[in-house]
Nanobody
Framework: QVQLAESGGGLVQAGDSLRLSCTASGRIFATYAMGWLRQAPGKERDFVASITLPSGLTSYADSVKGRFTISRDSAKNTVFLEMNSLKPEDTATYYC????????????WGRGTQVTISS
């Protein structure tokens, strides 16, 4: 199992930036990818961005392409989500997640960090 801990959420204005961090501990060597998903009140949890740990391949939801960047610091077992040009519709609880292999889906979760964008 992998334990995930997020940090970096907060309340900012539209157009501002935030950086989320997710530090992993435990069986990190058995992790294929890490990513961020978000859930707004009354809505489903949606994919935001992911990065594979062996090769660093990234993937983004269309709604955040060009504004968000996911990256990793392998030495610190940490994944970051740099969020720029934030919009009110980005308001959500952001969850860090991990995937053991491509067919396992997002199976490990952090507790989430709240991101609120005021207009």
């Amino acid at each position: 199992q992998v334990q995930l801990a997020e940090s970096g959420g907060g309340l900012v204005q539209a157009g501002d930036s935030l950086r989320l961090s997710c530090t992993a501990s435990g069986r990190i060597f058995a992790t294929y990818a890490m990513g961020w998903l978000r859930q707004a009140p009354g809505k489903e949890r949606d994919f935001v961005a992911s990065i594979t740990l062996p090769s660093g391949l990234t993937s983004y939801a269309d709604s955040v392409k060009g504004r968000f960047t996911i990256s990793r610091d392998s030495a610190k077992n940490t994944v970051f989500l740099e969020m720029n040009s934030l919009k009110p519709e980005d308001t959500a609880t952001y969850y860090c997640s991990a995937m053991e292999h491509p067919r396992s889906g997002w199976s490990m979760w952090g507790r989430g960090t709240q991101v609120t964008i005021s207009s």
